[in-house]
Structure formats: C-alpha cells, structure tokens
C-alpha cells in the first residue's frame, strides 16, 4: 500500500475518533462560530471534529508510519539476536506476569478513577518483570521442563524401566570406555549429554593441535556410537548455565537440577561433586573394581617386557593392565615365566603387584 492509501485510511481513522470525541465532549467545546458553520450546536461541533481529526490523522500519518516501521525493524533485530529458548522462557514469564496482575485487579477497584492507572502500570511492570525473570532462569526452566518430560515418558512405562540420568562429562567421553560399558548393560537408565560438552568436544575436536583435535573427534565417534549402535536411551540437554563459565560446574548444577549422577573418570570433578552432595560414577573406580584380585602367595604367568626403577627389577603387565614388578627379573626381559605374588599394594593410580620369579624361589 501506498504513502497516500495509508494517508487516507488514517483521515478516516480520524474522523471516526473526531466524532467519537464530540460525542464525549459535550455540545460547548468549540463555543466560536466561522461564517456559515454554527461550531456552538451540536451538529456544527461534529463536524468540526471529525474535520480537525481527520485532517491531523492525515498529515500526521506518514510521519507517524516511519516511526512505527524504524521501531518495528529495530525490535526484529533485536528478537534476531534472542536464543529461541530465551525469548521462549521470556514469554512464559510475561504470562505469568499478566496472570498476577490480572489477580491483583480487583484490589486496584477500591481506588475509583485512580485505580484504572495504577492497574495499567502495574500490568506493564509484572509483565516487563515477568519477562526478563523468564529470560534470566531459561536454563533453569529447559532442566525443569526436561525433568518433567523424561518423568512423564518413564510413568508411562513400566516400573522396570525407570531409572535416573547418568549425565556424561567431557573426559569420559573422549576415553571412550563408556561405549564398552554400555555396550555390557552394566549402565542403565538414561544418558544425558548436556549440549555444552558438545560444544566443547567441537571445540577440541577443531583444535590447532593434532593430539587434542583427534582426542575431540574421537569423543564425537563415541557418542554417534552410543546413540546409533547402542540400545540405550539418550537425551541431549540443550540448556545452559551462560552465567557460569567452567563446564564441570555447569555439569554439577545441572545433576542437581535433573537429580541424577555424574559419569566421569576426572579426579577433581570427583571430588568436586563429592563436596557437593552430587552423585557420581568414576569410570576409572570401576575399571580398578573390576580387576582380579592376587593375593600373596599365588603364582601366575607373565612376560617380562622392561627394566624396573631399581637394580635388577623387571616389569610385566596383566592383561587389565595391572603392573607386576617383578625383583630380580631383569635377566628375564622377553621371556614368559612364572612367577611367585609377594605383596599386593593399592595406589592412587591403581593396583600395583610385587612378585618374583618362581624358579628363583626353587633354586632356593
């Protein structure tokens, strides 16, 4: 539509006021009269309303159009930049806002005339209020409404499949021995991957530095394994905590939020969670539980592959991974011998076993 389309709907728009005006006004408004109009009677008033609003709608509407238009592309460059999510939250926080003003109106009555402004402005303030709290709590809300959804899923199911949220910190993803375990069935319920450990894992895995690029990677792999091969379920967390900058509190927080357990194998976000009451699942705690257990005295096969830090030591492996010093095995390096378990000693790092060799126990 045309500059003068838009001129002429707005004249009418104001002659329609202009007489609306007269109407409520009253017959005495104007009290002059012009040659040949009588501005005094009721007629000649109307008239001259609907001509003086007309005539100031029409002049003033292209004016008036530019402004509208300039505020109305201002606020869509402003939505652009809003988060879907947020502006979501935001609109459910308006409501609430207008909701508690509604409730508030019938307070505002005992106020007559005064209490139709004090309504209008207290509509605007709950519902600007409203707004902004929405905005400001959207993570906590998405970790809410995701609670309540999964809830909801698992109530429809039945009483064998309801189980907690085990949610996936960075580290243990990148290791990669949370596939194996779930692969096992050892790990139920319902695996949460929050979508700022996403990021971070694309963020690594588009690192400068190849070790730290293919460690990223990596990650990613595992978790389209898990989602893909695996009969697992798998909820993608699209929240976010934006005031919080380090992703482990971002992944303790959001455990409280969710009331499920962190799955990790980072020694101080173990303990981090620890110190918060926050459950949690050390991958490396299960991979040390699960080794067999040598007790001194038993005899079992090993290969010898390299020195010991002390004179005359060699070191050997079981199939887990465990260590085996064994004294005096040095001469053995390459061989398969048997040998003789002394001491078992449990570290930080792990289980490490001291033996020596059987033959050497029979030549004495």
């Known amino acids: 539509m045309g500059t003068k389309g838009v001129r002429w709907i707005a004249a009418v728009l104001g002659g329609l006021l202009g007489y609306e005006a007269s109407a409520a006004f009253g017959h005495d408004v104007l009290g002059y009269t012009v040659p040949g109009v009588e501005f005094g009677s009721v007629d000649g008033q109307m008239y001259g309303m ?45 409501i609430v806002g207008l909701v508690v003003s509604a409730l508030l109106y019938p307070v505002f009555l005992v106020f007559g005339t005064a209490g139709s402004w004090l309504t209008i402005g207290m509509t605007a303030v709950l519902a600007l209020s409203g707004f902004r709290f929405g905005m400001r709590k959207r993570a906590e809300l998405s970790a809410m409404l995701a609670a309540r959804r999964i809830a909801l899923a698992e109530a429809e199911a039945p009483a064998t499949l309801k189980h907690e949220h085990k949610i996936l910190d960075t580290s243990v993803i990148i290791d990669g021995r949370i596939a194996d375990i779930c692969k096992t069935g050892f790990l139920e319920g319902v695996l949460v991957i929050p979508e700022f450990v996403l990021e971070e894992l694309q963020h690594i895995a588009d690192s400068s530095d190849l070790l730290k690029r293919n460690r990223g990677r990596r990650g990613l792999d595992i978790l389209n394994k898990i989602q893909k091969e695996l009969d697992v379920k798998v909820l993608i967390y699209e929240g976010d905590y934006e005031e919080i900058s380090e992703v482990d509190s971002k992944l303790v927080k959001l455990a409280k939020a969710l009331q499920g357990k ?33 007790l001194p005295g038993e005899e079992i096969m090993v290969q010898v592959i390299k020195d010991g830090k002390e004179h005359g030591q060699g070191v050997a492996y079981l199939d887990d991974g465990t260590m085996i010093v064994v004294e005096g095995g040095r001469d053995f390096i390459g061989m398969h011998l048997e040998v003789l378990v002394t001491s078992v000693l449990q570290t930080s790092a792990g289980r490490m076993i001291f033996a020596k060799p059987k033959l050497l126990e029979k030549a004495l």
Do not use: W
Not at 56 to 70: D, H, I, N, Q, V
């Open 50 to 94: 609907i001509a003086i609003f007309a005539l100031m709608f029409y002049f003033g509407a292209s004016r008036f159009t530019a402004m509208l238009k300039g505020m109305l592309m201002k606020g869509e460059q402003s939505l652009d930049d809003v988060p879907v999510a947020d502006f979501v939250a935001g609109i459910g926080g308006l």
């Open 262 to 294: 962190v799955v990790t194998n980072d020694f101080n976000l173990n303990k981090v969670c620890e110190l918060q009451g926050v459950a949690v699942l050390n991958i490396n705690d299960l991979a040390n539980a699960v080794k067999p257990v040598v």
